[in-house]
């Protein structure tokens, strides 16, 4: 897979690192790699929350009325709780760019075969012929 | 004979293991304490903690990967501290941390398993990847006292008809398509019967109500089974049931109509018959007398009762275990990763790599010598 991910030391998120406790700030960060694109991705500086917006329950489920007993904990002021936090805009982040990638191909892939049809058939459909 | 000590830590006399359990829609963590030397009647491993949650789908749907993923991912932190504070540990007092390897579902598998990457590396101390399927095998042996069993693996995922030989669990049978866990959860989506508890108890309740057998194919192929056929047969005359539409196979001897509890009796009968004569003729095969039921479907009352019957008639004796250890946990992954840690067995970061398909007969048990 063609994804990096790494947790860095934060550098440049405002004030708010210099003000943290002895720990300092955790940022997670990711690196997207494939032969045509490189991207990184950093969660930026909030707000930040655990309740993501693509990590919810799947439409399947929802669409029943289900209660989501399952929604995770809030992320608590400590180093690990932010991180946490952090970490779920950054999956969102990756999660949009991942599907928007693949919509791309998908219709790509549907623009090539539209394009082969066209050539060998002279834009032609047989079931349009009386 | 072996010895299981070599890798005992000074100053201690008993080993502690962690394990992780997360291949269907059960969260299961356990931590389980094994003395130092062989485990017998005599000296026998502890139980300190076994707690699971389980994901729940909306009535008539199953769990997919996804959902069961999230509930793992944000369950797992709350019942690891929970099986920690039953069992009155810290995690640096563990010996190994094991987790389910495979066979399951991908999603579910990857997120549990990077919860157990993941505390391995803050506590140091070093993982064990074990197979679910010999999990239920070795928990269920230490439970019952079961020497050398013919095992009826049942379960969602799985239906294997296993025995030992030569520090391999050998398959001698199994199904061809479906699972019979999962070919009772279909149907039981079918009837839109809720999945709480679990869908198969939903049935099994179901079946004792049921007064009427309704005829269905019985799909017994040498030594394995097929089950996919059976559950489009009873599916379709479920739909006939609810549509109102006429057939005579829903028209019980007495002229009374056949009901949704005579189907699930009629499923169950002709499930575990198929399932006790496999079983028997592994038996045979083999010339053992003890039957070990495992896995989620093995706490059907009913199948525990054919069984007996069968095993009973070939002066045998047959073993279950109750819902703790017979639905998938955490304590069976703990100890049979324990069994193979005592034997020098860990995996190395990069080699803990999940696996949805992860065959029982590729586990090299080298914790038996019989």
Known sequence: MPNLFSLLESENCQI???LSSAMPDLIPTATYISPDLKKDFHPGCGP?????TTTGPSDVVAD???IDKD???EASDSTLGELRARLTTLQDQVNVFLTDRMKLGAAKEEDDKDLERRILDDGVDEDDVE | MINLDKHIKPSRDYYLALGLEGSANKLGIGIIKH???ELTATNRAEVLSNVRDTYISPPGEGFLPRDTARHHRNWVVRVLKDALA??????RDLDCICFT????????LQAVVIAARTIAQLWDVPLVGV????GHIEMGREITGAQNPVVLYVSGGNTQVIAYSKNHYRIFGETLDIAIGNCLDRFARTLKIPNDPFPGYNIEQMAKRGKNFVELPYTVKGMDLSMSGILAFIDSLAGDMFAGNKNKLLVAADGSSVTPEDLCFSLQECLYAMLVEITERAMAHVQLQQVLIVGGVGSNERLQQMMAQMVQDRNGSVFATDERFCIDNGIMIAHAGLLAYRMGQTNELWDTVCSQKFRTDEVYVNWRDD
């Open chain 2, 101 to 108: 390897q495979g066979p399951g579902m991908g999603a579910p």
């Open chain 2, 86 to 91: 039953v069992a009155g540990l810290v995690g």
């Open chain 2, 35 to 37: 003395p130092k030397g």
């Open chain 1, 64 to 66: 029943k009325g289900a």
């Open chain 1, 48 to 52: 930040h929350s655990t309740q993501g």
């Open chain 1, 16 to 18: 708010q690192t210099q």
């Open chain 2, 131 to 134: 197979n679910h399927c010999v």
């Open chain 1, 71 to 73: 929604r995770p904990t």
